[in-house]
């Protein structure tokens, strides 16, 4: 059974840093990209970050741009957001996903794997 599992979510203070782990299993996904997406409350679920199979390519959010930093290790099947600067704004549940193809894409619709969900919640 595929699995998605996310990890590292919590509560911190404005200004302050969360890196979140999302670890593979079932089947290796060395040679798809990978990402992150986020749901606020009453909100619509957006991108975050995405990273392709050999981390050549990143695209991130505009929001998110130069604090959160997409990762992945392949050997260990696993793919990371490091996040920093947190704001108010930046609270949801975070979305790990695996896209059918290599790439590193915005859109939702590329993804066939989802995790579960982490929450992040930041206080002011």
């Known amino acids: 059974q595929v699995q998605l599992v996310e990890s590292g979510g919590g509560l911190v203070q404005a200004g302050g840093s969360l890196r979140l782990s999302c670890a593979a299993s079932?089947?290796?996904?060395?040679?798809?990209?990978m990402g992150w997406f986020r749901q606020a409350p009453g909100r619509e679920r957006e991108f975050v970050a995405a990273?392709?199979?050999?981390?050549?390519?990143?695209y991130y959010a505009d929001f998110v741009k130069g604090r959160f930093t997409i990762s992945r290790n392949n050997a260990k099947n696993t793919v990371y957001l490091q996040m920093n600067s947190l704001e108010p704004e930046d609270t949801a549940v975070y979305y790990c996903?695996?896209?059918?193809?290599?790439?590193?894409?915005?859109?939702?619709?590329?993804?066939?794997?989802w995790g579960q969900g982490a929450q992040v919640t930041v206080s002011s």
């Open positions: 990273i392709s199979s050999t981390s050549t390519y990143t």
């Open positions: 996903a695996a896209q059918r193809g290599a790439g590193a894409s915005r859109g939702r619709n590329e993804y066939n794997y």
């Open positions: 079932g089947r290796s996904f060395s040679g798809n990209g």
